[in-house]
């Protein structure tokens, strides 16, 4: 297995240097963050599982336990559940062997006896061998549809956490957040603009951030509302 900066698997994901705690907004998800990162360093809990709807940032987290973990030369994978479950159970073959793993949206393995098996029994072993385990999901493990009953208790092991949904002075922190990673500088005025023009998913507002980042190298253009305009496709009035 591949390791340095942490473990990538012969998929679509790629790993990138932006997701870490340092580029995380915690709004009112501090607690959770605090105890991943204290995890990632090899402290604290030894499991965790983080959920959320899409664009609150479970996946951000993950990576940046990740890259951490890394940074503090522990054996460390991350596993996106939604790329590996077309694949073999198999897997998840001596992964208790490393320092920390991290899988990112389990609930994907819930349509299938299994894979759920097989979380089960990862999560028995990883607990047997000491090591530590970060998993996030798309809803809490009581809303899931689990069929395997024991799986569910597995999932309580330790803290679960609901990553809530960051406010727009925040989500404006982390646009500008993001857009100076890239080089680029937002101000408070484009964001808003953004903010109020364009669904207000961060998941959706991070995509158009990058199509703008890139447009911006190759158009050596600064970020400006009509800038904006000229590169966004509209929409049908302001996002509610």
Not at 104 to 121: C, N, R, V, Y
Not at 146 to 165: M, Q, T
Not at 189 to 211: I, S
Request: glycine share 6%; net charge negative; aromatic share 8%.
């Amino acid at each position: 297995m591949m390791q340095q900066p942490f473990q990538q698997l012969p998929l679509t994901f790629e790993p990138r240097e932006r997701f870490t705690f340092d580029a995380f907004i915690p709004g009112n998800n501090q607690l959770a963050i605090d105890l991943v990162r204290q995890m990632a360093r090899g402290e604290g809990e030894y499991q965790i599982l983080v959920w959320a709807d899409r664009g609150n940032g479970k996946s951000h987290l993950l990576q940046a336990a990740c890259n951490q973990a890394s940074q503090f030369h522990r054996t460390v994978c991350y596993l996106p559940a939604l790329e590996i479950v077309s694949g073999s159970t198999r897997i998840f073959e001596g992964l208790e062997q490393l320092d920390m793993v991290c899988i990112d949206d389990i609930d994907a393995m819930m349509q299938s006896t299994q894979w759920e098996e097989a979380l089960f029994d990862l999560i028995n072993r990883i607990r047997e061998a000491g090591k530590r385990l970060l998993m996030a999901a798309g809803g809490s493990p009581e809303s899931c549809s689990i069929k395997l009953a024991d799986l569910r208790s597995r999932l309580g092991w330790g803290p679960v956490f609901h990553l809530h949904e960051l406010g727009d002075e925040d989500k404006i922190k982390a646009l500008q957040k993001r857009a100076r990673q890239s080089g680029l500088e937002m101000t408070d005025h484009v964001a808003n603009y953004l903010l109020t023009h364009y669904p207000r998913d961060m998941f959706d507002l991070l995509e158009r951030l990058d199509r703008l980042d890139k447009a911006s190298m190759a158009m050596q253009r600064r970020l400006t509302i009509p800038f904006i305009k000229s590169v966004l496709e509209p929409v049908a009035g302001p996002a509610e």
